[in-house]
């Protein structure tokens, strides 16, 4: 038996849509992700488990861990008989990389079972071109760092998906999800297809400048450069009272604040845990719309995904 955890993560970073995300772990030492366990059985089996399970299709082929398990049996040519239990315990549709989560785990643990028939680049690709069918694109900003931890670049060039750059080590996230849905498909169909040359330049010279200050340890300047001009000004209508939410953080002390992947999770960076837990506080008594929702404390994952218990 073989279980596996793939950490729930945060896309964009504001300045690099689809091109910067990074893995999440709580400070308080809790998992904040899937996972799944495998062993061998007489047919394949699909169990859910986990909070958000009610929160999935009922039709186990509608269910991305059976399209895992289907496209990994067709690339090795082989049926595999197995039990997997998913334990679905990232929301849908949160920004948080739900969908990530459960591809990476499923994959990670079906390779692991098979003695490792696929290697990183083969499967990272494939976790790709899975994430991009329920989406709608390919975007790897969420099954890279889920897979790989750290704070991920996304290159694809060269076979080459994503590399590790260096973050700021003393920067706490915190991240906040009221409790509602976004389909990541619609946040996305609601962007334009074009951008002025203006946006361009200018989204450029914020990414580009963004690098440059985590490799040259400047972490001012890449607070200020920390902006999203290509997803914010058209997503901040799904998300409840950004406008207001946005002041109040910084008011209360965080020193930057955006929407986590395709929203509606929104998160803050702060570089003092006081400060952190008084925005905590804040965000749980006003920015929660039901008793799903929740908000932690987190710093960077650096493990990715792994084999964890038994
Ligand atoms: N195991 C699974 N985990 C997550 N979503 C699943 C799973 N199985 C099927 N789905 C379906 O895939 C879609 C995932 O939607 P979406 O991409 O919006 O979620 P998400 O991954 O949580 O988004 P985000 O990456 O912004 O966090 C939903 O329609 C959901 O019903
Ligand atoms: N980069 C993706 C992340 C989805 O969570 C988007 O913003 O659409």
Sequence with gaps: ?????????????????????????????????????I?????????????????LPKKIEQNIVWKCWHYFCKIIKKKILVLIILEKNMPIGSGLGSSACSIVSTLVAINKFCNKPLN?????????????EIS??????????????GLQLIIQENNLISQSIPFFKHWLWIIAWPGIKIP?????????NEYSKHTCIEHSRLLAGFIHALYTNQDHLALKLMKDIIAEPYRIKLIPKFITIKK?????????????????????ICDNKKIAIKITLWLENNYLKNKNGFV???????QGTRKIGL
């Design 184 to 192: 990541t498909s619609e946040a996305r169909l609601i962007l334009p």
């Design 1 to 37: 038996m073989i279980k596996i955890y793939s950490p729930a993560s945060i896309g964009n970073l504001n300045v690099g849509f689809d091109v910067l995300g990074t893995a999440l772990a709580p400070i308080n030492g809790k998992l904040l992700g899937d996972c799944i366990t």
């Design 296 to 302: 932690h404390i987190c710093k960077i994952d650096t």
């Design 39 to 55: 062993q061998s059985n007489q047919i394949f089996k699909l169990i859910i488990k986990g909070n958000f399970s009610f929160q």
């Design 120 to 132: 990183q680049n083969k499967l990272i690709h494939l976790m790709g071109k899975i994430e991009g």
């Design 248 to 268: 109040k953080m910084l008011q209360l002390g965080a020193i930057n604040f955006g929407i986590s992947g395709s929203g509606p999770t929104i998160f803050m």
């Design 136 to 149: 709608g694109e390919p975007h790897y900003d969420n099954v890279a760092p889920c897979y790989y931890g």
